[in-house]
């Protein structure tokens, strides 16, 4: 009697979260140090200190009324005009606090901006590997998602297949750079490609194709000759949804924003449909203190040269035992190729070792698996044996 | 091009909002002082100390990780044990921490719990006045939602026109009690009627009618004489939609949660979807942080008794000067009859008083307005005369 679609999302767990729990057994029998879990996304650098000294602050403030009554559902001014100037910094853009929607966070965005464009026999585009919940917010909106295959040697954009791939119906491109779980970060001329392509389409076509541009990883880039585009500067219908899980720490916070450009094709429709969604899926206004938090702490970033130690560890010593990685740019994962064709035996094979990794089928590529790096450096170092044990089965 | 419906969501302003925005221009022209806003439900009453403390205390407990990281989707473990625990000392229920789903608030509640139940084909009902964004959830989930007039006279539940309303389409009824507009709370024995009504159906049609109860307002009820009944005990099928907007005083933080108790026909299948409703609509989890504040603030209240001396002053002199009000139980509204047969109409002339009121068409019952009286006593005393001059302006 209940929605069947809804309760079958509600039973089936996600492989990253059957692997979590497993984590949690596994680590009740031989001790949590003993296990080697690099299955969840979940950032352990702490959040700038910055965050919660003004969370104390605001808790002193002596006004209940402005710091934990409704905002506007577009966001507090003050924080909405906070993230304009901070980007405007960063990127030479010139944004204004209009051009911003506040969200409970990348994924509350996302479905938000779906569910805003979206009419009957829409298709949406992505990339694989792609997060596999972009298939829940498309196919539950009611449209279709089609997973175009990147270049396998670069995990790029491939060409080829994407202009094969656009049609008629297609109504937006989902983009995820730094991508999870690749760690890839699309290289200026590909955007530059990409826009050229969706611009050359769309008149084709006679209406918009909007690039949905996912960013919770834009600050989390640890090689300093790589910039990651700004792509409303590239391409004017794009929409950009960000989130603070990552550069500030706060996955469970759940903060972030829609950005609508004023160049924006039909801007004021656009921006609206945006709020309407907010209202229809049931978002009054997102966390109203966390929001006055981010007005004080917006561009401030989390330790991230952990992440970096991280990556170059893992990288260099998987590779030197005989793995096939892809180089990440950045995000935090190291997207590997599994030793087998079979990505789920292969991890089978790596649990007798206590190593804990994600199979990437749900990411829309079979044979590789998912290292989250995100985790503390001495258990990395700690698990390089097993990951050198597991290289030496498959001599 | 975007979604037609959603831009139009986005584009019209409620009633509310719009007298909201009105009353800051007007404020900036006479002062803000002068000005009588009734228009908004937003506690004028500080959240409870312990809040903004446990706030303080969480800030300073040096574990990141665990404050603003993921909480699991159906929210923290321990929130969820102290949230079943505050209810079964305060109802004799039995509930337990798996009866659960955190969520971002009552819309957010609401929404989800509607999304989980709908199938094609399927209708809700819900009584006059009512909170106007139920229309909005309900019809954006692709349901049709048929309002049943109550009794003018009372503003309880017509039974007759709720007969004759439900049909075997029906999948839910939503009640909300303290109602907002009208601060009526539903009596034991008409939830005892109810329930058999929505049993003999569900009998008769093969298949259980949901009862969701919208109870943001349980807490604010101001006769010692008066309980809310609570309605798991008294209907199986029953979904609690809680919120802390208004017991805590935290309408901007979004904290709530979705109550499915194990009497719940198909629980496994009814919390399930509720789960995947949940992630379809792309609430990762409700904000970390305030989960751990509800852990040790659930059951608080802030100061009601401010409410409460607002509603006696506002209710003895309004009958006084001869306006007809229902007499309101509970929730922070005092909902009157206009003076003339367009609501609209008389909020204009209130106007000309400063007085800001809210015309109930869009709950449902036109000739009717909400005056929220969640502000401070010393307002209401100063907007006593307006009040008088606009009733004799009717004489």
């Keep these: 009697m ?3 679609k809804m309760a079958g999302l509600g039973k089936v767990r996600s492989v990253i979260r059957e692997i979590f729990e497993y984590s949690k057994v596994r680590g009740a029998e031989i001790g949590p140090e003993n296990v080697f879990d690099f299955s969840i996304g979940n950032p352990n650098v702490p959040a700038p200190a910055a965050v919660n000294e003004t969370i104390k602050e605001l808790a002193d403030c002596g006004n209940d009324y402005w710091l ?15 993230i304009a100037e901070n980007l405007n910094a960063r990127f030479g853009t010139n944004f204004h606090k209009d051009n911003f929607y506040i969200t409970c966070g990348a994924a509350a965005s996302l479905k938000i901006c779906i569910t805003a464009l979206f009419n009957e026999g829409d298709e949406f ?4 590997p792609f997060f596999p919940e972009y298939r ?6 009611g449209a279709v998602l089609h997973a175009v295959e990147s270049d396998p040697a670069t995990f790029q954009i491939d060409f080829d297949k994407l202009a094969a791939a656009i049609n008629p119906n297609t109504k937006g491109i989902i983009v995820n750079s730094p991508n999870n779980p690749s760690g890839v970060v699309i290289r200026e001329e590909a955007v530059e490609k990409l826009a050229a392509l969706l611009n050359e ?13 996912d960013e919770p990883y834009r600050e989390l880039v640890y090689d300093d000759s790589l910039t990651v585009p700004y792509l409303t500067k590239y391409y004017n219908n794009t929409l950009v949804c960000y989130s603070y899980s990552k ?9 972030g924003y829609i950005l609508v450009p004023d160049e924006m094709e039909d801007f004021g429709d656009v921006y609206a449909a945006v709020c309407g969604a907010g209202r229809a899926l049931g978002y009054v206004c997102a966390p109203s203190m966390m929001q006055h938090v981010i007005a004080k702490c917006t561009g401030m970033v989390s330790d991230l040269s952990i992440y970096k130690k991280n990556r170059d560890l893992l990288y260099n010593a998987l590779t030197e035992y005989g793995f096939t990685c892809v180089y990440p740019d950045g ?4 997207f590997m190729k ?4 079979d990505a789920g035996a292969f991890c089978e094979k790596a649990k007798k070792h206590e190593l804990l990794l994600v199979p990437a089928d749900s990411f829309g590529t079979p044979g590789y698996v998912r290292i989250a790096y995100c985790v503390q450096t001495e258990m990395i170092e700690k698990a390089l044996p097993a990951f050198r044990a597991l290289a030496e089965e498959y001599r």
Tied chains: 1, 2.
């Design 331 to 334: 995000a935090f994962y190291l």
């Design 136 to 141: 829940v917010f498309v196919e539950t909106a």
């Design 247 to 255: 550069s500030l720490s706060l996955p469970g916070e759940r903060i």
């Design 125 to 128: 585009i992505t990339f694989t």
């Design 2 to 4: 209940v929605s069947e």
């Design 68 to 82: 934990h009554g409704y905002t506007s559902a577009q966001g507090d001014m003050e924080t909405r005009q906070a």
């Design 338 to 341: 599994a030793m087998e064709e």
């Design 201 to 213: 389409k769309a008149l084709e076509y006679g209406h918009p194709i909007y690039l949905i541009a």
